[in-house]
């Protein structure tokens, strides 16, 4: 899941000039200041200034084996948690001859 985010902002060059732009441009990093941003700023057929902001993913492959350690550590809490049901449904099946969970046979049918 590479998620790259933009922004893109489009301006006259009639009424604003390259210094304008700029002035944007840096107002706009500002308002990021934890993000690593790619700027491109062209000229299109019609005479607007397209600028546009591209946000990098960093750390993805750090962030996705620190995923991974978390998950892996919830599995042995759920494997903790499974063997001590065992131990009770052992101890349940021991002393009344049952299997915990099972229902009687009672080789009726009811469908109500």
Same mark, same amino acid.
């Given at each position: 899941m ?12 009639k ?9 944007s ?22 005479? %607007?200034?397209v600028i ?15 995923i ?10 759920l494997l ?7 131990? %009770? ?20 049918y009811?469908?109500?």
């Amino acid at each position: 899941m590479n998620q790259t985010k933009y922004l893109e902002y489009y301006m006259d060059s009639k009424i604003y000039n390259k210094d304008e732009v700029q002035k944007s441009i840096d107002e706009t990093k500002k308002e990021f200041p934890n993000k690593q941003i790619d700027v491109q700023v062209h000229l299109n057929n019609f005479g %607007v200034y397209v600028i546009t902001f591209t946000f990098k993913n960093r750390n993805r492959f750090i962030k996705n084996i620190f995923i991974k350690l978390k998950l892996k550590k919830k599995n042995k809490l759920l494997l903790t948690e499974n063997t001590k049901k065992d131990k %009770v449904q052992e101890r349940y099946e021991k002393y009344n001859n049952k299997v915990y969970g099972q229902y009687k046979a009672t080789h009726t049918y009811r469908p109500y």
